[in-house]
C-alpha cells in the first residue's frame, strides 16, 4: 500500500485559511487501511481545522468533509464532482496521486494536500509501517530472494552488505534492519546461498524514477472513445 501520514493541523490551517468554503477530501484505499486518510480521519480533521479556524477569527469558514472510494480513479471522481463546484478550494487526504488527479480533473478549484506521502510499505505491527519496494519499474526479488536491496538497503547494494552491518542492523539506524543481512538468511534458509557468488548486474534506472516521470500502457485493456471528464 502508499503509507502516508498527516501534515500537522496548523499546516493545513495555514494552506487553506484564506478561504471561505473548503471541502475535506478523504480517499477509502491505501490511505485509509494506513489510519492517514479514511472516513474516520477525514471527520476528526474537519472537527479540529473549524476549532483551529475559531482560535485565529476565521470561526466563520465552512469546513465539510466527505470520503471517496479512491481519488485516483476518475469514476470514483465523479461521485465527487456535483459537490466541489459549492466549494472555493479542496483539501485532499489522498495520497500525491489522488491531490493531484483532484487537481486535473477540478481546474478552476485550488487543491491542497492534507498529507505526506511517504512510500510504498507494509503494516509491519500495529501502528508500525516499514518501506518495502521503491518502485523501480524493473523488479528483481527473484535474484533476492525476496527481500530488495533497493528498498530496503540504505545504500541500495546488489553484492552484498557494506562495512556498517551491525547484529543484524543497518547502520543508519539500529531499529532498520540490515537488508543484507536479512538476504544472507533468508538464503541460507532456502539452500540457495551459492547463488550469491555471482556479481549481480547493475540496475537499469531508466526504469525509475530516475528515467522521469513514468507512465504505463496496456493496449489490451484501452479504450480509445473512453477519455477522461472535464
Ligand atoms: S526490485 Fe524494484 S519493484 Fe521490486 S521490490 Fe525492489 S524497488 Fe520494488
Ligand atoms: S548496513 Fe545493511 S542495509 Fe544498511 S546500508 Fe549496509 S548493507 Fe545496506
Not at 479556524?53 to 480513479?73: A, F, N, P, S, Y
Not at 489522498?94 to 488527479?101: I, S, T
Not at 542492523?169 to 555471482?198: H, M, N, T
Request: glycine share 10%.
Amino acid at each position: 500500500m502508499i503509507v502516508a501520514d498527516r501534515k500537522s493541523i496548523p499546516e493545513i490551517r495555514d494552506m487553506i485559511k484564506d478561504y471561505d468554503r473548503v471541502l475535506l477530501v478523504g480517499c477509502g484505499t491505501c490511505v485509509t487501511v494506513c489510519l492517514a486518510g479514511g472516513e474516520r480521519e477525514t471527520g476528526i480533521l474537519g472537527s479540529a481545522l473549524r476549532m483551529s479556524m475559531r482560535l485565529i477569527g476565521r470561526g466563520d469558514m465552512v469546513i465539510d468533509e466527505c470520503t471517496i472510494e479512491r481519488q485516483c480513479d476518475d469514476a470514483f471522481i465523479d461521485l465527487l464532482a456535483p459537490r466541489v463546484a459549492d466549494y472555493d478550494a479542496i483539501c485532499s487526504l489522498g495520497c500525491g496521486a489522488g491531490v493531484q488527479m483532484l487537481a486535473e480533473r477540478f481546474t478552476k478549484t485550488p487543491v491542497f494536500p492534507a498529507l505526506n506521502t511517504q512510500f510504498i510499505g507494509i503494516l509491519q505491527s500495529q501502528g508500525v509501517w516499514t518501506e518495502k519496494c521503491a518502485a523501480c519499474g524493473a523488479c528483481r526479488l527473484g535474484e533476492f530472494v525476496g527481500i530488495c536491496p533497493i528498498g530496503r538497503c540504505a545504500k541500495r547494494l546488489f553484492n552484498g552488505p557494506c562495512g556498517g552491518s551491525k547484529d543484524g542492523k543497518c547502520e543508519i539506524d539500529p531499529s532498520i534492519e540490515c537488508a543484507w543481512q536479512l538476504i544472507y538468511d533468508r538464503a541460507k534458509e532456502l539452500g540457495v546461498l551459492e547463488k550469491f557468488e555471482e556479481i549481480a548486474e547493475p540496475h537499469d534506472w531508466s526504469t525509475a524514477l530516475d528515467g522521469g516521470p513514468r507512465k504505463m500502457v496496456r493496449e489490451d485493456q484501452r479504450i480509445d472513445d473512453l477519455k477522461a471528464k472535464d
